[in-house]
């Protein structure tokens, strides 16, 4: 695997669908984001960071419950994106920097609170990654671990990302929630807590946010429709108002770093 290659594609495509992440995108829900913050428990001392931080919408949400926001990310496009919303909402302690989520520029036990939001699937060293949440959080500290997640049968698992490939080709893989854990334990870190959150989207838009080709578009719309019966890919289908609906199944990793 071309993890620098990977990373690559990442930027590219998020420089060029920026403008979507504050508004039209269930990035933005805010059932998510207060069910984040709710999980943190952030005080008004802490140091918060924001891992694949996109437009910033988690940081701003953290900043006025803590004492600054960092936020980070690889495209610069989601950070010029992210530096407008703080502005347009007159926060003064955030901070939002390029960097590599798999090598953080920041000193060791720093942060009381790193989060990562539906970025987990676009880290070709997902090992690496949370390492570097691991390190960069105090001893005690909470890391709030985020991630759209695909079924635990294998052959649905495998069938889901195949469609997910089609729509966003940058996307390394979908996880179930148990190779999650597995991640994080296998690091060290103690999962406290597993939180399950469901989001509905029309299939059309969701095809539509990336700007993928519409040859790979209508592979992937031709691959939902063949799994509608029996669930093949586990994205719970339903039809509202005429579209078809998928499900987007989200897990929140609650997890700390132990004290020492």
């Not at 909470?142 to 966003?168: C, F, G, M, Q, S």
């Not at 148990?178 to 870190?189: C, N, T």
Request: charged share 25%; glycine share 6%; net charge negative.
């Amino acid at each position: 695997m071309d993890y620098e290659l990977i990373k690559a594609s990442v930027q590219q495509q998020f420089n060029r669908v920026a403008h979507h992440y504050l508004n039209d995108s269930p990035m933005a829900e805010a059932g998510l984001l207060d069910l984040i913050i709710q999980a943190a428990e952030p005080r008004s001392d802490n140091l918060s960071l924001d891992i694949a931080c996109g437009a910033g919408l988690l940081a701003c949400r953290f900043a006025p419950l803590v004492s600054k926001a960092t936020g980070v990310d690889l495209s610069r496009s989601m950070l010029a994106e992210a530096e407008k919303e703080a502005q347009r909402q007159g926060l003064a302690n955030t901070a939002f920097d390029q960097a590599d989520s798999e090598s953080l520029p920041f000193l060791d036990n720093t942060f009381h609170i790193v989060t990562c939001k539906l970025a987990l699937h676009y880290f070709p060293n997902p090992h690496r990654a949370i390492h570097e949440m691991k390190r960069v959080a105090r001893p005690g500290g909470r890391i709030i671990l985020v991630d759209r997640v695909a079924a635990e049968d294998p052959e649905a698992r495998e069938y889901h990302n195949r469609i997910e490939k089609l729509r966003t080709p940058s996307k390394v893989k979908v996880y179930a929630p148990s190779e999650i854990q597995s991640l994080l334990e296998g690091e060290g870190l103690a999962v406290r807590a597993v939180r399950q959150y469901e989001q509905y989207q029309d299939v059309d838009q969701w095809l539509e946010t990336t700007g993928a080709p519409p040859v790979n578009q209508k592979l992937a719309r031709d691959l939902i429709g063949q799994s509608i019966e029996g669930d093949a890919a586990g994205l719970k289908l339903f039809r509202q108002s005429g579209r078809l609906m998928m499900t987007h199944s989200t897990a929140v990793f609650i997890a700390e770093r132990s004290s020492p």
